[in-house]
C-alpha cells in the first residue's frame, strides 16, 4: 500500500543532542512537507521540499535542518539550537501537478526533551 | 496576517445532531484549494474534503459538505447526523497555486466533542 513512513513513533532526546526523525513515502510526490504540532494547536510549517536537493524554511526553521537527497526521503534533524523541541512532528507529502489533491501525512513523531 | 481562521477553539454537540465548523482565509490568489481535516486523538491526519475555488457547487461527501461562500472568504465545515466517533480536532487548510502552490496553511483547528 502507498503512503508515508515516520519513524520513530515516539522518541526521547536528552539536551544538547541531535536527534533525526525519518520519513519516507511511496506515492511517487515530488514536494514533501515537515511540520511541527504542540499541544491543542494547529501545524507550523517547518520546512518543505519541491524537488529532490532543494527545500526551503517554512514559518519555524530555526533549530531545524532537512535534506532531500531522494525522492522517497525527506529527514529532518532537531538541533541543539531548538530551544523548546518537545512537541508532535507531522510530515507530509503532495502533488505538484494538481491543485485539488490533499497532502497526505505521515503517523507523526512525538519528541520529548528529557 | 493569518491566511487561515478557525475562531472556535471547542465546539459541543449532541450526538446525532448536525455542527457547524467556521473556517475564513485570506488570499489574492484567484485559484486556490480548501481542504478540511480530521485529527483524532492517536494524531493522525485524516483527510475530510476538498473544495476548489472555481468550482459551482459546494463539495460533499457523506455526511460531510462544505459551506463555501467565496465573496465571503469563507468555508465551513458542516457535519450531519453526529457521531461519538466524530470527536476529534478538525483543520482547514488552504493550496494556493500561482503563488506558494505547494505550501498548505493550516488553521489552529476546532476541537469537536459529541456528547452521547
Known amino acids: 500500500d502507498g503512503g508515508i513512513t515516520q519513524s520513530p513513533k515516539y522518541l526521547f532526546r536528552k539536551e544538547g543532542q541531535n536527534v533525526t526523525l525519518s520519513c519516507e513515502q511511496n506515492l511517487n510526490h515530488d514536494a514533501m512537507y515537515w511540520y511541527r504540532q504542540d499541544p491543542g494547536q494547529g501545524l507550523r510549517l517547518i520546512y518543505y521540499s519541491q524537488i529532490v536537493n532543494d527545500f526551503q524554511k517554512g514559518d519555524i526553521a530555526e533549530g531545524y535542518s532537512v535534506s532531500r537527497e531522494k525522492k522517497e526521503s525527506f529527514p529532518l534533524t532537531v538541533t541543539s539550537a531548538q530551544k523548546n523541541p518537545t512537541a508532535f512532528y507531522l510530515c507530509a507529502s503532495s502533488t505538484q501537478d494538481r491543485m485539488n489533491t490533499e497532502a497526505f501525512f505521515g503517523q507523526g513523531t512525538r519528541l520529548t526533551v528529557v | 496576517a493569518q491566511k487561515i481562521t478557525q475562531t472556535q477553539p471547542g465546539m459541543f454537540v449532541q450526538e446525532k445532531e448536525a455542527v457547524t465548523l467556521d473556517c475564513t482565509y485570506d488570499?489574492?490568489?484567484?485559484?486556490?484549494?480548501l481542504f478540511w481535516y480530521k485529527q483524532p486523538s492517536s494524531g493522525e491526519m485524516i483527510f475530510l474534503i476538498y473544495q476548489g475555488s472555481y468550482d459551482q457547487q459546494n463539495a460533499t461527501e457523506g455526511r460531510y459538505s462544505l459551506n463555501f461562500q467565496k465573496a465571503r472568504k469563507s468555508a465551513n465545515l458542516v457535519i450531519s447526523a453526529s457521531q461519538l466517533g466524530d470527536s476529534a480536532m478538525y483543520f482547514c487548510a488552504m493550496r494556493e497555486t500561482l503563488y506558494n502552490f505547494n505550501k498548505f496553511y493550516f488553521g489552529s483547528g476546532t476541537k469537536l466533542n459529541v456528547k452521547p
Open positions: 488570499t489574492s490568489d484567484p485559484s486556490y484549494g
